[in-house]
């Protein structure tokens, strides 16, 4: 239900964000996070929203994580 | 490299519970707060490899799972007014209500949509004028901003269709609940992680030092799991009830303060009753009266009679931890992924999922 996932922003426009990861495409709302993300930046989110900022490498330890919490046969909802 | 990881990842494990083995001496019972760690711990096997007397419980962790029965006829009722597009995230529409389901009521021809965030709700509305838009609001402080910043922008836009149902809980007062309930006896929380990115850790400084109850805030790799349970039952062996974080940098000791002050402006503060525990004081999100307009329950007048949970249904002990799924008469058995009777069978991180999904690992024990 709670489930945050981590994406990498590639575009900003306003209060809104274009962010991607593993191919998948979001707009995202920038509304609850002080201070805003900068493009190439990776952030957490949650139900469209950025919930925080993180570095990459943590980025990469939460996808490693989700895939040993869901494993390859589930499907990771973003 | 995926080989590499994986074995170096299981040799950290191996080291952590074997520090585990070494620092534990006295029997403790540790509950875990979020649906998300009952399914990695599940998953996972880490019961298997604890000593016997560390007992891991699993609290009431999943929103979905705490929605009171009332508050899901709440919903079905409003999925059957006129002129009504309910909005809702995926996990509510199996969860039976005392008569039938949001996804029953979508098959009978109820306008029902699964949406991904409340951005899209908005969105609807816009396309959608001569139909109110209602968004079923559940959730805990994660989600709760994500839906205040929804209304901020409705009224920004003029929007008069939009509206939430607001059955939103928080976390800190059913920790308090829990700790003051005689029947429950936990001896260290394993909190929340992406709860904790938003309220931050010193939400639970106050429920350390009144109840002398260790808090660690971690995340959801086995790893993360053991050095979190590492940390509580060495406070609890040096007789100690600190507020720690195990959750490498996701987690600040001051959480989201963005989030919070937007959470603050649309909602106050309310008792709430949760499934399994009852009323919690100021456990639950009422929307401010400045945001009347877009209160759902303000604008529909819904006559719903109070119901009580599903019979045999034990789905209220399990959230309060006094028993486990296997307890449940009708698990496996008449509540099963595929039927479920009750929400902690249905949500993917409910308890009775997560037990029903990984029982061989379990009954292995
Ligand atoms: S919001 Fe996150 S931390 Fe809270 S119960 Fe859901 S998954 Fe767990
Ligand atoms: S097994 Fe089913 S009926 Fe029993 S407690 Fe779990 S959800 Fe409720």
Known sequence: ?78 | MKYISEYRDRTLCENLSEKIKRSHRKPINLMEVCGTHTMSIARNGIRQILPETINLISGPGCPVCVTSQYEIDQFIELANQKDVIVTTFGDLMRVPGSRSSLQKERANGADVRVVYSTLDCLAIAQKNPAKEVVFLGVGFETTAPTIAAAILAAENKNLKNFSVISAHKIVPPALVALMENAQVNVDGFICPGHVSVIIGAQAYAPIAEKYHVPCVVTGFEPADILQGLFMLVEQFENDEAKVEIAYRRTVTWEGNRRAMQILDQVFESVNAEWRGLGVIAGSGLKIRDEFSEFDALRKFALDVPYAADPPGCACGEILAGTKNPFQCQLFGKSCTPETPVGPCMVSSEGTCAAYFRYRARDIEL
């Open chain 1, 1 to 78: 239900m709670c489930l945050a996932v981590p994406m990498k922003v590639i575009e900003i426009d306003g209060n809104r964000a274009k962010v991607e990861m593993g191919g998948t495409m979001r707009v995202v709302g920038l509304d609850i996070i002080d201070p805003l993300p900068k493009v190439g930046d990776y952030v957490i989110v949650h139900a469209g929203f950025v919930i925080n900022i993180i570095d990459e490498a943590e980025a990469q330890t939460i996808l490693h994580d989700f895939a040993v919490l869901f494993g390859d046969d589930d499907e990771v909802h973003f």
